[in-house]
């Protein structure tokens, strides 16, 4: 018998991504590690960190993500989470909103499509007026805010900065985050984005307006986190993230503009799942790969340029509707991991985020566990504390090296853009989830209250309720906005909307006239989309051939 298990003992096993792991790991595990790899926390390539002194200059930000309903009923819930602790660096406001699906398609309340989603899974905007009430008693000019939307991004900050300049904030206090990548998008199916080389125009246009004007708001969110929900490995999770950050980065360079004048603004959006060592080393693999590619090949000057600024999110697919409960332990774990990784901000997820939006209650729980990880357990006190692990360099290794060869891969296939028109992404991706629920259907991947230790009675539960009447009032409003503001000045700015996007131009500007004139975002999208057409997805299934 004891020979049996030493030899299952002695068996290879494998990380979440198929990566070989031995029983134990020594000296001679890490001989192949680059001293240069591992310099101190806050030198290139950054492994340790970006940071020298990590969280003993600042603790990560509480970025919760939120957003549901009305503007006000969105507003107050930022105003209970400010109360239950919720802050930035240096104790400014932190907010993180997440939007409905009505409008990250860039369409009105009171689009047809819009029937049974406006406010649910997320808030909305239509207009200025929204914004405003959104941001009720918070300042612009001591606020970080973050917006996670994409192909309607641009109109969504634009909106933004015509508030701030109503108010006579000075767009250079404006901090913050709006996505505006919507590469995600072509193989997660959730919005319906333009044709790939429109999206890039878009997109850098933003960016490129950004840098002059609102120099201190990252413009480009890398969004590997929807890319992990949809399936993705860690591994995919980063290359699938880095490539079209590559792309971008270039054709910004290509229009004339200097790396180091825009790359700081870029900040990745990283998911943390369930192989602890595997996450942490991720992040690690993930912030030297970065640095290398932006100082190596696309010339970035400074060393602030090549920082890897990290929101994180903790798994939401990885929580589950049977025993919701169970999953306070699931996000704890992982917001340690995170904290252990060095991020600069995080959103925990709520206990109940496999059935709902989050109630009061559970909301409390996701922020609370954050604190309890910053002040009652220690780590803040020292930087990267797993460096110099055996395990954990090793695992750094080989996820840098898989993160390379997805890149030189996608490279050699002529790029990003062309392996997302080609359903090379997409196709990777859905085999890897595919693959994942093929072993939780088995049994060989537990997940324990599904198909292990499963209870046999049903867990009582009080799932958070939407207002049934919010689409009502909204289009309510929105008839009434159309009915009082200068109509002939929206269909001017809207004119000059659609001949800058069919003739080139800058976007930017025009999209903050048209938002001080009370043109809707789903107006100001329609244009876009009269002129730029839709992409068609590929509907790939997965397979594990």
């Known amino acids: ?13 494998y990380t979440a991504s198929g990566i ?23 030198q290139y390539p950054f492994t340790r960190g970006i940071h020298p002194y990590g969280y003993r200059y600042f603790p990560w930000q509480n970025a919760m993500i939120s957003g549901y309903g009305l503007p ?26 997440a939007f409905d699906n009505p409008t990250q398609n860039g369409f009105d309340a009171d689009h047809p499509l819009s029937r049974y989603e406006v406010g649910t899974g997320g808030i909305f905007i239509n207009s200025l007026q929204d914004i405003k009430i959104l941001l009720d008693d918070f300042d612009p000019a001591n606020l970080n805010v973050a917006y996670i939307i994409d192909t309607p991004g641009p109109i969504i900050f634009a909106m933004y900065i015509a508030y701030a300049d109503r108010m006579g904030i000075d767009r250079s206090k404006l901090r913050g985050i709006i996505t505006n ?54 591994i995919q999770e980063m290359a699938f993230s880095i490539a079209p950050a590559i792309e971008v980065a270039k054709s910004l360079i290509n229009q004339g503009i200097k790396v180091d004048d825009f790359i700081s603004n870029f900040n990745f959006f990283l998911s943390f799942q369930n192989d602890f060592f ?103 006190n020292i930087v990267d504390p797993l460096g110099g692990s055996y395990y954990l360099e090793h695992l750094t290794e080989e996820i840098e090296k898989e993160i ?75 008839h009434k906005l159309k009915a009082q503001r200068d109509n002939n000045k929206v269909k001017k700015y809207l004119a000059e909307l659609k001949e800058t996007a069919t003739n080139g131009g800058d976007l930017m500007p025009i999209y903050i006239k048209a938002a001080k004139a009370d043109a809707t975002m789903g107006e100001m999208m329609q244009v876009l989309r009269d002129v730029f057409g839709y992409y068609q997805p590929k509907n790939i299934i997965g397979t594990t051939g």
């Open 278 to 380: 595997e996450e942490i080393a991720k992040i690690r693999a993930a912030r030297r790969v970065w640095a290398k590619v932006v100082k190596e090949k696309l010339g970035a000057k400074e060393d602030k340029s090549c920082w890897m600024k990290a929101h994180l999110q903790t798994g939401g697919c990885t929580l589950t509707a049977q025993e919701p409960h169970n999953n306070i332990a699931r996000v704890a774990i992982q917001v340690l991991g995170a904290a252990l990784a060095g991020v600069q901000s995080m959103s925990s997820d709520s206990y109940d985020e496999a059935i709902c939006l989050p109630t009061e209650d559970s909301v409390r729980v996701a922020v609370k566990t954050q604190k309890i990880v910053e002040h009652e357990i220690g780590i803040t």
């Open 72 to 97: 006000e009923e969105a507003n107050e819930r930022q105003k209970y989470l400010r109360d239950k602790g919720v802050a930035g660096y240096e104790g400014a406001a932190s907010i993180n909103f």
């Open 404 to 478: 390379w060869n997805y890149l030189n891969k996608i490279d050699s296939k002529g790029g990003f853009l062309k392996c997302i028109n080609s359903g090379f992404i997409e196709n990777e991706v859905a085999n890897t989830a595919f693959q994942f629920h093929k072993e939780v259907k088995s049994g060989e991947k537990v997940v324990v209250g599904v198909n292990k230790y499963v209870e046999n009675e049903t867990v009582k539960y009080d799932p958070f309720e939407y207002n049934p009447e919010i689409r009502n009032i909204q289009i309510e409003r929105l």
């Open 1 to 13: 018998m004891s020979k049996s298990r030493d030899r299952r003992a002695d068996e290879l096993r």
């Open 20 to 42: 070989p792991i031995k029983a134990y790991y020594g000296p001679g595990d890490t001989k192949s590690l680059k001293h240069e790899n591992l310099t101190p926390p806050g």
């Open 181 to 234: 990548s919507p590469w995600r998008r072509y193989y997660t199916g959730v919005a319906l984005p333009f044709p790939t080389e429109h999206a890039m125009r878009v997109t850098t246009d933003c960016i490129k307006f950004a840098a002059k004007e609102v120099p201190n708001f990252n413009t480009y969110s890398v969004n590997c986190y929807d890319t992990r929900e949809a399936g993705a490995s860690a």
